[in-house]
């Protein structure tokens, strides 16, 4: 069975602070997504990382892939009160939908 | 409408009753999900319809029935629940097809509640 672990569970800080949250797999992923779920809504979809040492940026977020293909990590710069939120990696395989969910980190960002 | 949307955003239900649970995607999309939401796990994956068969069914029990009428709308039909099914359920959506990358898309779920 695959699983994935996020760390830290629960993380609070301050408005302009760095953080980052780690997405971690003893299994190999072909695929890894990154999601944002914000108080009675969906995950939103935020990042599909593809390529082991893939690195993508959105704006003030940085997403990385291991080289192994079994961690990532979503760095957040200069965090902001509207980063508030669960943040969900996924693990996937090629061609399947049967996506594995890790169980999430909690983001609080005071102002 | 845009995006995913689900009805009803909440229910309360007793142990003898049924209920159905209704998603609609306005995407163009033709693979629809029903995932599980529970305080205590990961969001687990219960079942997948890709063009309007259903090709994943996870071990859900079969107090839990789903329909996909047309690649539009999925529903998750729910009889003689137990209240450990109390959670949120959430409907996604994404293209399907060989070798192409799945990106799934929310709806905003429902709060199930069973007493």
């Known amino acids: 069975t695959q699983l994935l672990e996020q760390s830290p569970q629960f993380l609070s800080i301050q408005e302009g602070e760095n953080l980052t949250v780690y997405c971690n797999s003893s299994?190999?992923?072909?695929?890894l997504q990154w999601y944002r779920q914000e108080p009675g809504e969906g995950p939103v979809l935020l990042v599909t990382?593809?390529?082991?040492?893939e690195v993508k940026k959105l704006k003030r977020l940085t997403f990385q892939f291991g080289d192994a293909r079994k961690d990532s990590s979503l760095h957040i710069t200069a965090a902001q009160p509207g980063d508030t939120g669960l943040y969900l990696c996924?693990?996937?395989?090629?061609?399947?939908?049967?996506?594995?969910f890790g169980p999430g980190t909690r983001l609080s960002v005071l102002p | 409408e845009t995006g995913v949307t689900q009805t009803p955003r909440h229910l309360v239900m007793g142990m003898t009753n049924k209920k159905s649970l209704k998603c609609e995607q306005h995407?163009?999309?033709?693979?629809m999900y029903w995932y599980k939401q529970s305080a205590k796990k990961p969001l687990e994956l219960m079942f997948v319809?890709?063009?309007?068969?259903?090709?994943e069914n996870n071990s859900v029990p079969s107090r839990f029935s789903p329909e996909c009428p047309n690649s539009s709308h999925l529903f998750l039909h729910l009889h003689t629940l137990q209240p450990e099914d109390s959670a949120l359920y959430l409907c996604?959506?994404?293209?399907?097809?060989?070798?192409?990358?799945?990106?799934?898309?929310f709806g905003p779920g429902t709060r199930l509640t069973v007493t």
């Open positions: 319809y890709n063009f309007k068969e259903q090709t």
């Open positions: 990382v593809v390529t082991g040492g």
């Open positions: 996924a693990g996937g395989e090629t061609g399947g939908q049967n996506f594995v």
């Open positions: 995407l163009g999309h033709n693979a």
């Open positions: 996604a959506s994404s293209q399907a097809g060989q070798g192409i990358l799945y990106e799934q898309y």
């Open positions: 299994s190999v992923f072909s695929s």
